[in-house]
Structures are given as C-alpha cells and as structure tokens.
C-alpha cells in the first residue's frame, strides 16, 4: 500500500533551526531513511543525514523518530499509522553540525581516554591462549556497532552536558567491563571506572540498554557487574587497610 506521509524534519546548523513539514510518498516495506533519501532526491536536496549501510551495522544512521533515539534504517514505515507524523530530529546529547548530522566526537574522546588491552608483559603475539568459556561473556560487547543511542539516551549527560567530562557513558564503561572480564588482561580496570570514568554517576536506569539495536545487556552484563567489582574493592578489609596506611 502506498500513502502520503506527513513528515515533520529539523532543519538547521550549529546556531539556529525550526522543524518544517513535508508531505512524501511512502511504499510498502520502507524505512524511515527510505523517506529521508525521497525527500533529497525531491524536495531538499541539501538536507545533511548520516548514513552508511542501510542495514543496521554501521550504526551512522542514529537519530531521534518522534523523540525516541532510534537508527533510521531499522525503523520500519509499518510502525507508524498513514496519519501519524513522523519528526525526525538529531540525537539531542551531541551538538548539531547540521540538520540530522551531530558531532559525535565526545565517544571519540571517551575512547581514547581508556588504555588498550595490556596482556602479560611476557606473553608474545601469537602466545595468546584462552577458552570460549572464558571469553562467553565480554564477546556479547563487541557486537556494539558505535551507534552512540545509548551515549544520547542515558540520562547522566542527555541534559546534562556539564557531566561529559567525568562520565564516560554506557558505551565506554562496557568496553572497561570488556577489558577488566577479559582473561588475558592483566590491568586492575576498577578504580579508573570508578575515579575516570564516572561509573558512579550511573543509577541502573537501564534506559541504555533499552535502545541498543544490538540487544546488548548494557546494565545487567557490564555495568552490573563493573560496579559489583568496585565495590569488593572497596569494601575487602585488606584493600580497605591498605589504602588506609598507604594513600594518605
Ligand atoms: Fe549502540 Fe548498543 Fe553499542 Fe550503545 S552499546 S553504541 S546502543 S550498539
Ligand atoms: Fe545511564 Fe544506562 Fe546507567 S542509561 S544511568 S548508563 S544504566
Ligand atoms: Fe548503517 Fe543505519 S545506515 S546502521
């Protein structure tokens, strides 16, 4: 069935912007990047959106659909009536460079803060050894895509731009998790979590987890976890004593 959809889209820079109204022809089976490429190729040529494989892998299509953080070419036509609206705006965490495009590079700056897989100083490419059973876990992390949905949903920085220094989001206290559950690394990850990387500003709200295309357990797998880790630390009476006679 084909229909005309009202389409509501923002338009606009760094500095200013208003939503405009579109009516464009929708097909059967569509998504909703279908749409936003029909209306380059019709009636704005010059509307900015990021987007890559058109097949919920490459994780540039991210936006927000009816205010919900969603990837553009995984949100089926079929989800909305012929008379709802559909608004597409930017992800709203992330300053707008233009239109639908935002600038990502605060995940960037996250990820680099954190330092790389550090196996044993004696262990040699080629050396490496581990069971599946041991890597079961932290394997479920690398089908993240680098969407950054759950970076733009968790409520720590999505208002609160004045927490992204000290918080590193879901998406980068999973890759600590990653790396601290990885067998073969030998870095102690949980107080960098802790003092760096602001896992405490996370109240489980899970809404993260929630939004990731991947279905990663965001909260219950990694940051669970990540902060049950923490607090053996700090509450282990040798640890305690330690830190005590010697971090005065
Ligand atoms: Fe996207 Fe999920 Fe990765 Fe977050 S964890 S960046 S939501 S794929
Ligand atoms: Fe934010 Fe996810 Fe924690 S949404 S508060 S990082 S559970
Ligand atoms: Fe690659 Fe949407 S275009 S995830």
Redesign the pocket.
């Known amino acids: 069935m084909s229909y005309d959809a009202q389409f509501r889209v923002w338009r606009g820079d760094s500095e200013t912007g208003e939503l405009r109204d579109f009516t464009v022809p929708v097909n059967e089976g569509e998504v909703v990047l279908d749409i936003i490429h029909r209306l380059q190729a019709t009636q704005a040529p010059d509307l900015a959106v990021r987007w890559n494989c058109k097949a919920g892998k490459c ?1 540039s299509c991210s936006a927000e659909v009816n205010g919900r953080p969603r990837l553009l070419c995984m949100t089926r036509m079929s989800t909305f009536t012929p008379e709802d609206v559909v608004t597409v705006t930017p992800l709203r965490a992330f300053p707008v460079i233009r239109d639908l495009v935002t600038d990502v590079s605060y995940n960037y700056e996250k990820a680099r803060e954190i330092p790389s897989f550090t196996p044993p100083a004696d262990l040699k490419p080629g050396e490496y050894r581990m069971q599946q059973v041991d890597i079961a876990r932290s394997q479920e992390f690398r ?9 733009n949903t968790c409520h720590v920085v999505r208002d609160h731009d004045e927490n992204k220094e000290s918080f590193a989001g ?2 980068y206290l ?1 890759r600590i998790a990653e790396l601290e559950m990885h067998p073969l690394d030998v870095a102690d990850r949980r107080d960098e979590a802790q003092e760096q990387h602001g896992l405490g500003y996370c109240n489980i709200t899970k809404c ?1 987890t929630e ?4 279905h ?1 357990k ?1 909260t219950d797998n990694a940051l669970i976890p990540m902060k049950e880790r923490v607090a053996d630390r700090k509450y282990d009476p040798i640890v305690w004593l330690g830190n005590k006679l010697f971090r005065r």
């Open positions: 994780g089908k993240c895509i680098e969407c950054f949905l759950c970076q879901p998406r999973m993260c939004v990731c295309p991947e990663i965001i």
